[in-house]
C-alpha cells in the first residue's frame, strides 16, 4: 500500500506536486493520468525517495522508501528505461541489482525469463531498443517480488505485442494482491489496465474514480454545422459546461455539454432551429472522460488549427 499525505513538492516558485493525498490499495491497477508537466513523476520520485518532499509525506507499507531495509522487495519502480549503464549486459545490470539486494542469482534469469529478455541478456544495455529497455526496466522492477509495483510510462516504446504483454502482466500482478500504481498517456491501453483512475493537474488531484465512474461520466457530445448558438445558449443558463472538443479539421463543429443529456440538448437545439449531425452520451471513452477533467489544467497546450472548432 502507498499513502501520500498532504504531499507538496515545490521547485523555487513552481509547486510541482500541491498538497496531494492518497492512498493507494492492494489488489488494484491506479492508473495515473495528467498533463505533461502535471506532476506525475515528480509524484513517483517523492514516493522513492530520489527528491525529498517540501512538506507532507509519501510511505510505503507504513514506511518511508529510506527507512525500507531491501527497498527492492517492498516496491518495485521502472522511472527511466534508459538510466542503465550502456556498457553493461541486460543480465549483469540485474545480477549487481540482486547481489545490492541479497536476493538469489536464480530470480535474475526468472524475472529475464518472465519479461522475455533472456535472449538479449547478453547484450548491452547501450544497444536495446526503447522496448527493450522497458522490459529489463520491468525485470527490474520484478526483481525483489515486491508487493508494490509503481511504473512510469511503463508502455512507453513497446510494440503492439508487448502493449498487450503487460497489460495481461499488470492485471495479474494485481489479481495476486499487489498494488500497482502505472502511468500513462495512452487512454485505451488505460482504460482496459486500471481499476481505478488518478488524474492530477498542475500538481492536484483532479479525479480519482473508479474507471467504471468514468466511463460513465454524464454529459453530451452534439456535433453539427454551426452550434455556436447553442453553445451561447447552454453557458447563458449554465456557465462553464459547454466546451468545443471537436479536433476542427471538418467543418462540423463539437460540443461536449456536461450535467445535460442528449434529449435535453437534442431539445434545447431544436428550439434554436439548429441543424445537427450527431448527439450521444458523453464520456464512453475514457479520453474523452479525460479531456474533460483536465481542460482547466493543460500547460503545454497546443494552439487549435486556423478555422478550428475554438
Ligand atoms: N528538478 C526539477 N527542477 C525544476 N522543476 C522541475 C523539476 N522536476 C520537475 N519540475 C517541474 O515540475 C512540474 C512537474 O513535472 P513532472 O515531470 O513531475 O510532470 P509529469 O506529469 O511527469 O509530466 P510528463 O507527462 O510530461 O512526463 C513541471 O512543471 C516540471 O517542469
Redesign the pocket.
Known sequence: MIELRNLTKR?GD?T?VDELSLTLEPGTVTGFL??????????MRLILGLDAPTSGTATIGGRRYADLRRPLRTIGALLDAKAVHPGRTGRDHLRAMARSQDLPARRVAEVLELTGMTAAARRRAGTYSLGMSQRLGIAGALLGDPRVLMLDEPVNGLDPDGVRWIRTLLRGLAAEGRTVFVSS?LMSEMEQTADRLIV?GR?RLVADEPMSALLTAGGTVVRGPDLGPLAAAVEAEAPGTARWTGDGATSTTELTVSGRTPEEVGALAHRLGLPLHGLAPAGRTLEESYMNLTAESIEYEAATPAGGAR
Open positions: 521547485y513552481k510541482a495528467g498533463p505533461n508537466g502535471a506532476g506525475k513523476s515528480t509524484t498517456h492530477l500538481g
